[in-house]
DNA sequence: CGATGTCGTGTAAGCGCTTACACTGATCTC
DNA sequence: GAGATCAGTGTAAGCGCTTACACGACATCG
């Protein structure tokens, strides 16, 4: 195909083939790679027609392993199935390459078991930091990332209390903020569709939130009905179809994100339902998706980019030595769309 | 904290922390690690539970740079942003990890220059072999990819005629074929969005798809009204508007992809022309999304999972010296929902 | 003008791992 | 019962890179 291949003379050339080519040690190479003004200008190009002329690539193992120092930085998301942690994990990785930072992603699939496997992985590749979501993990994992003193920093939630920085919003109040709404519009009886609340604390809070704003409001305990299924349009649908098949079923369905939320609006149309009209459904994340379904998702608007952003930031600091993380906590808003109404008589 | 760590005596252990804990050498734990059944089992189990106290995981590229294999496969896809790739990238990983592999992400944001840039990167991580999207690249890309001998697989088109090996399908014939219903539904003016066609050989073989079946009905070719915008729903939504703004607009829009078509979709709504009555439109993948705008987008399902699953498949068999990987071509078939009507008269 | 810096470069010691090879006892074979 | 075989383990040589240190060649200075 090409004249400059004749055969496969070295499968692939290393710092010792482009020193030798351009008649340099390979001191001078790698200085050429990492710390260019510290070579005269002349040995610089030489060195860099070499490299370019062999077309050689750093072995990135021989790096981390020599230099001690992967410039990586390591995120654990529940998933990449749906797009709810895409647009964060976007903002963040654009804020680490800004900073000449890699990003590497694995999931988790939600579980802590094959979270744990994915941190040893990460720092087996030589993570410099980790992202995770949510403080949930068990005290292995704790132990794991203390003794390799790895920094973490904790995303999509924020406590201050933990021992790890987070940077996030507070799910619950927010989740309380969009019940006393759901309430001031009369709803006495509330469904929620939530995630598995135990090892996931983002869930179990907006949960929380709820049960919080209905004691506030002195309704009882029993008035919420309460269903938990992963999150996937189609167990948001199935588990509406749950809360609302019972003799006195609610008048407002909170769902724990809008995943969950865009299921139970299409379940409520097969079913025949107006929306708001016989029943109120509500969401959480404005995901894209929250506004092009019809109705448009009322849903609790988080600020995905700016978290992601944050986050690069802050662990960059950190690796710089700037002190340790803080935590940060950032906003939620409402966006009261067109799925919430007023309770039906 | 933990009562297990004092202080930090050494921060990351080695293989050779566990062969001093345990008593025997460097060489039997990695064994232990490897290929555990060529120890015996006393000592593996010794070696095992030093490896557990230390919380010992094995330094990648260490492993890497001495066993010459890092059972890794690197996967550039244009963009994660929207769901276009999730799907047959979730495939494929789960497939990987079937045969103990890992797969590593990238996302060149449709840019060929980031592409190589993103191929260099994963090369020197180690990948063992690369998962493209689609055949355009720079001859000096080629040839890199060629001087290091990685196994290349392209996937998301079939071209049995490249040297590359590839997996997916005809995308000129898939979108071929909604045209012939297109303009068997009597429509004679053809609006089309798609995405920037040069460095781009999906989006501009299904135009050429298009203009083919115009061609085999005698349509001349002004009567197709191109419009190449990056795959957003604003951007669809922006350029449906701009092709519908002519003096003779078409009758159907027929979108390189879902993504612009649901932004076609949002755009003729708040144009207050109604789908398929005013204006047919059509996409192309059939991504969750597509079933779940109103009305349901009638567009061409393309075998995400599969493509993914074996993709893998053909990857894994090549690194098992299983012979080159032959090109593969799978099914796509039109999804014809409720976007698509006869022509207005 | 010899002592002192400074700058650009080379030398070589690892980084943590795998693995070819060597070694040691057992077990087996005739 | 001596030699062959073999399973289990140790020894040590790298894998490709970075970087502390050494070194020579100048420029600078009192």
């Known amino acids: ?34 710390t260019p003004d510290r070579v005269v200008k002349s040995t610089r190009d030489r060195v860099m027609s070499a490299v370019d002329q062999l077309g050689y690539a750093p072995n990135f193992g021989a790096r981390a392993l020599a230099a001690k120092r992967t410039n990586t930085i390591g995120a654990i998301i529940p998933t990449m199935e749906n797009a709810i942690f895409a647009r964060g994990l976007q903002a963040f990785q654009e804020e680490l ?13 939600y579980s802590e078991d094959v979270e744990r496997e994915q941190i040893r992985t ?4 030589g ?16 132990d794991f990332l203390e003794a390799r003193s790895v920094p973490v920093l904790v995303a999509w ?22 019940a006393e ?3 001031a519009k009369g709803h006495r009886r509330i469904g929620v569709i939530s995630a598995p609340c135990d090892s996931n604390d983002r869930a179990s809070e907006r949960v929380q939130g709820i049960r919080e704003a209905m ?6 305990a029993d008035a919420m009905a309460l269903h938990e299924t992963p999150y996937s349009i189609e167990n948001g649908a199935a588990a509406f179809r749950q809360v609302m098949d019972s003799p006195d079923p609610p008048t407002a369905v909170m769902c724990g994100n809008d995943v969950l939320a865009v299921g139970a609006l299409r379940a409520a149309r097969q079913m025949g339902l107006s929306v708001p009209g016989d029943v109120s459904i509500t969401g959480f994340d404005d995901i894209e998706l929250a506004q ?25 600091q950190q690796l710089n030595g700037d002190g340790p993380m803080a935590s940060t906590r950032l906003d939620t808003y409402l966006c009261d769309r067109e799925t919430l109404g007023p309770a039906p008589r």
Chains 1, 2 share one sequence.
């Open 97 to 109: 390459g800004l900073h000449g930072m890699t990003l590497l992603v694995a999931s988790s699939s």
């Open 215 to 220: 004691a506030a409001h002195a309704l009882p």
């Open 1 to 34: 195909m090409t004249a400059k291949a004749p055969q496969a003379p070295r499968p692939v050339p290393t710092l010792e083939d482009v020193a030798r080519l351009a008649g340099v040690s390979t001191a001078t190479v790698s200085r050429c790679l990492n």
């Open 157 to 178: 939630v924020y406590d201050p209390d933990k021992p790890q920085p987070s940077i996030g919003f507070d799910n619950r109040a927010a989740m309380r903020e969009m």
């Open 127 to 142: 993570a410099d930091a980790l992202l995770l979501i949510g403080h949930h993990r068990s005290q292995g994992t704790l």
């Open 181 to 183: 709404l759901v309430i």
């Open 122 to 125: 990460l720092c087996a590749r």
């Open 292 to 316: 092009l379904v019809d109705p448009p998702l009322t849903t609790v608007h988080v600020p995905h980019r700016d978290m992601g952003r944050m986050a690069a930031r802050l662990l960059v």
